[in-house]
């Protein structure tokens, strides 16, 4: 099959030949139909995030169908319709049966799978797979990582609930739990913070605050249900109480910046939480007022994939979706084929699209 291969970091990536070996026991092969393209992998190619194993696919969020399953697969079966999870699961762990299974314990090394190979190889070299590597058109993925889904949900949509709708949509749901009536500022509105924003919709927060440095993202979030905006170049905690009074109850960081948290750190009230999202480069130290950590028990918490139960919450989001409730359409501002996998980067880069996919021939 034809997939792209990153070399190494800062380069672009080259659509070239690659074997891909059948699933081993325990094991899925998926056809994918189409994968969003995520800021995740944006720190791999610009080199921010350092330690990816190299010649290396990239992609993390995606959709398509079942085409193989190796002994021992229970779960799911040929022609099966499928959201791609990036979290493997062992399902025995004491996260797994405590209900956190993203917290996993017996996940695989990163760029590998479950026991230790890869299934992909270019001229007899392994090429290794961030997550799942969803920019491949065929992959092969532990059974966990196959979340089937009902068949009349269109697999271009849901490519997105398996990473940027999770993520930003559980921070809210899942990790703070934001009650009804709450107030919530998200900063950053990429594809992660647009969803936290649609999160904070669905619990009936007010206000919902969406900050970011681009007008264009301003007026996605407004699109996806926030009631005020707020430029990050200016004074944001001040403009935050302005609206508020005396600080939001919380404040959803989605964008991998010291000055965002801090800001995000100084915009919520006293007993307020702050949950971090963002993927920090590598080497970045936050300085907050840590005195307001005691002196006025705030919070700043963690928030991986969106405290995701990738089992259950993506047919929950589905429902959400087919009941028009969840906007994921909207969120799709721009598609494009395999070829043009490092344009649609660029414009990741540039900040140009709300969230962007690649769709493959099937």
Not at 36 to 60: F, R
Not at 118 to 127: A, I, N
Not at 214 to 235: C, Q, T
Not at 242 to 263: C, F, H, K, L, Q
Request: glycine content about 12%; charged content about 20%.
């Amino acid at each position: 099959m034809l997939a792209p291969v990153l070399h190494a970091p800062r380069t672009d990536m080259r659509v070239l030949e690659v074997e891909l070996d059948p699933p081993k026991a325990g094991e899925v092969s998926v056809r994918m139909t189409a994968s969003g393209v995520c800021h995740s992998c944006l720190h791999v190619l610009d080199g921010s995030v350092g330690g990816a194993p190299m010649p290396m696919v990239l992609g993390d969020e995606g959709a398509g169908v079942v085409t193989a399953v190796g002994p021992g697969v229970t779960a799911v079966k040929p022609d099966d319709h499928v959201i791609i999870s990036w979290a493997p699961t062992c399902g025995r762990c004491r996260y797994c049966i405590g209900g956190r299974p993203v917290l996993c314990a017996n996940q695989p090394p990163f760029g590998y799978l479950g026991d230790g190979t890869t299934r992909m190889h270019l001229d007899g070299t392994d090429v290794h797979n961030y997550g799942p590597g969803t920019y491949a058109p065929e992959i092969v993925v532990p059974e966990s990582c196959a979340i089937v889904i009902r068949d009349d949900m269109p697999l271009d949509v849901a490519a997105l609930i398996g990473c940027s709708v999770m993520t930003g949509i559980g921070a809210v749901t899942r990790t703070a739990k934001v009650p009804v009536g709450a107030s919530i500022a998200i900063f950053g509105c990429g594809g992660i913070g647009l969803n936290a924003v649609q999160g904070a919709s669905l619990s009936s927060a007010y206000p919902i605050i969406a900050v970011d440095l681009a007008d264009n993202k301003l007026e996605y979030a407004r699109a996806m249900g926030a009631s005020h905006v707020v430029r990050a170049d200016g004074d944001v905690p001040a403009e935050v109480r302005r609206i508020t009074g005396d600080g939001v109850e919380y404040a959803i960081v989605a964008v991998g910046s010291p000055r965002a948290v801090e800001a995000a750190w100084e915009s919520v009230a006293p007993g307020g939480t702050v949950v971090m999202l963002g993927v920090m480069s590598d080497g970045d130290v936050i300085n907050p007022r840590w005195n307001r950590l005691m002196g006025q028990e705030v919070r700043l918490i963690g928030s991986r994939y969106g405290s995701a139960r990738p089992a259950t919450d993506f047919a929950e989001l589905i429902e959400l979706y087919m009941a028009g409730r969840l906007k994921i359409d909207e969120l799709i501002t721009a598609r494009y084929e395999l070829a043009q996998i490092n344009e649609a980067h660029r414009a990741l880069a540039a900040g140009e699209n709300a969230r962007s996919i690649i769709v493959f021939d099937t």
